[in-house]
């Protein structure tokens, strides 16, 4: 790569960079920030000549979001490093993501240089301004390094001013009672007393929005107790999702429903540190490497996901006070969470 004269990139800047070292005065081997020994790399291997600041500086996989749709949002780099995005673009302390004017903001989540987001909910189509900065302390020669960049995206209104509505599981699916008897979720109505979950630091709100950007490093305080079905719908899906799990289980939901996931379950830094983390995603948003978690916390390795093109019915329940409830398909029984309005 391209160097100026009197660039400098630093060891000390690279272990912080790199997430090993709170600090750019304490030094990181080239071996240690590649995390392997006997591998030839350098320091331009983690190096950046630039932050992408024209159309494509920060890229968006849908540009016109529905109201409470979550799209993934990417930062951009030229002349990039063989070891840049998998050492230094992944962590997250190196981004700062948020909104350049108060109007449309919505919320960010894995805000490393690929985001989150999930859109708010909207009276009417509203232009957003996402912003993205870059600072890592290594790549400080880089162009436009520490400068906000932007990119709009317009929400649409959906007309429910929310992140849509209705079903949710296939009739059929199965819902924990308070006295630890199984529900068809079809059968279940209101005032009904269903087995809840709690997780203390669970944001207390329905819309995916409001929690989305939630996670936990573990689930030590997760506990059980009832909570109250106050709604219940049904009605029919045309698109939907089949979750096959790693005992050929299967379960029919639509892609708004959120459940409780491990994420880079058993991904370690070279320094020790765990990289993995709980969070609930939607359906939509579930990637080959995430862990359903069940009601007991254990975990359990998701197959096949299968978009499906044919019409069924769905319901959905919400529950309160606490949101979290227990779904079983097969033998499984898993941490599902309000789906909203």
């Given at each position: 790569m391209a160097r100026s004269s009197g660039d400098t990139l630093g060891l000390g800047e690279l272990g912080y960079a790199t997430g090993h070292n709170a600090n750019v005065s304490t030094t990181t081997s080239l071996n240690q920030a590649n995390g392997s020994a006997g591998t030839t790399v350098s320091l331009d291997d983690f190096a950046i000549d630039e932050i992408d600041n024209d159309e494509v500086g920060i890229t968006v996989e849908d540009a016109t979001p529905t109201e409470g749709e979550t799209i993934w949002v990417n930062m951009n780099f030229v002349i990039v490093g063989s070891k840049f995005?998998?050492?230094?673009?992944?962590?997250?302390?190196?981004?700062?993501?948020?909104?350049?004017?108060?109007?449309?903001n919505g919320t960010f989540a894995s805000a490393d240089y690929s985001a989150a987001w999930t859109a708010p909910a909207v009276g009417s189509n509203t232009t957003a301004t996402l912003r993205g900065e870059f600072n890592d302390f290594f790549?400080?020669?880089?162009?436009?390094?520490?400068?906000?960049?932007?990119?709009?995206?317009?929400?649409?209104?959906?007309?429910?001013?929310?992140?849509?509505?209705?079903?949710?599981?296939?009739?059929?699916?199965?819902?924990?009672?308070?006295?630890n008897t199984w529900k068809r979720v079809e059968t279940i109505q209101i005032n009904d007393v269903v087995k809840n979950v709690s997780i203390?630091?669970?944001?207390?709100?329905?819309?995916?929005?409001?929690?989305?950007?939630?996670?936990?490093?573990?689930?030590?305080?997760?506990?059980?107790?009832?909570s109250v079905v106050v709604a219940t719908s049904i009605d029919y899906y045309y698109d939907h999702y089949k979750i096959t799990d790693s005992n050929n289980d299967t379960i029919l939901?639509?892609?708004?429903?959120?459940?409780?996931?491990?994420?880079?379950?058993?991904?370690?830094?070279?320094?020790?540190?765990?990289?993995?983390?709980?969070?609930f995603v939607r359906v939509k948003e579930l990637v080959a490497t995430d862990k359903l978690v069940k009601s007991d916390g254990t975990l359990l390795t998701i197959h096949s996901l299968e978009v499906i093109n044919s019409e069924d019915q769905f319901c959905n329940i919400n529950i309160e006070e606490m949101d979290c409830y227990i779904?079983?398909?097969?033998?499984?029984?898993?941490?599902?969470?309000?789906?909203?309005?």
């Amino acid at each position: 790569m391209a160097r100026s004269s009197g660039d400098t990139l630093g060891l000390g800047e690279l272990g912080y960079a790199t997430g090993h070292n709170a600090n750019v005065s304490t030094t990181t081997s080239l071996n240690q920030a590649n995390g392997s020994a006997g591998t030839t790399v350098s320091l331009d291997d983690f190096a950046i000549d630039e932050i992408d600041n024209d159309e494509v500086g920060i890229t968006v996989e849908d540009a016109t979001p529905t109201e409470g749709e979550t799209i993934w949002v990417n930062m951009n780099f030229v002349i990039v490093g063989s070891k840049f995005l998998s050492k230094i673009g992944n962590q997250t302390r190196n981004f700062t993501w948020d909104h350049a004017d108060a109007s449309g903001n919505g919320t960010f989540a894995s805000a490393d240089y690929s985001a989150a987001w999930t859109a708010p909910a909207v009276g009417s189509n509203t232009t957003a301004t996402l912003r993205g900065e870059f600072n890592d302390f290594f790549n400080a020669h880089a162009t436009n390094y520490g400068t906000a960049i932007t990119k709009q995206v317009v929400i649409q209104d959906d007309g429910s001013g929310t992140g849509g509505g209705g079903g949710c599981f296939a009739v059929g699916t199965e819902i924990l009672m308070n006295d630890n008897t199984w529900k068809r979720v079809e059968t279940i109505q209101i005032n009904d007393v269903v087995k809840n979950v709690s997780i203390p630091s669970l944001p207390d709100a329905d819309e995916y929005s409001e929690f989305a950007t939630w996670q936990g490093k573990n689930l030590n305080n997760m506990s059980t107790g009832s909570s109250v079905v106050v709604a219940t719908s049904i009605d029919y899906y045309y698109d939907h999702y089949k979750i096959t799990d790693s005992n050929n289980d299967t379960i029919l939901v639509t892609s708004e429903h959120p459940f409780l996931i491990k994420r880079d379950d058993g991904v370690v830094d070279v320094d020790g540190t765990d990289r993995s983390y709980y969070r609930f995603v939607r359906v939509k948003e579930l990637v080959a490497t995430d862990k359903l978690v069940k009601s007991d916390g254990t975990l359990l390795t998701i197959h096949s996901l299968e978009v499906i093109n044919s019409e069924d019915q769905f319901c959905n329940i919400n529950i309160e006070e606490m949101d979290c409830y227990i779904v079983r398909w097969g033998t499984n029984a898993f941490v599902a969470h309000n789906k909203g309005a």
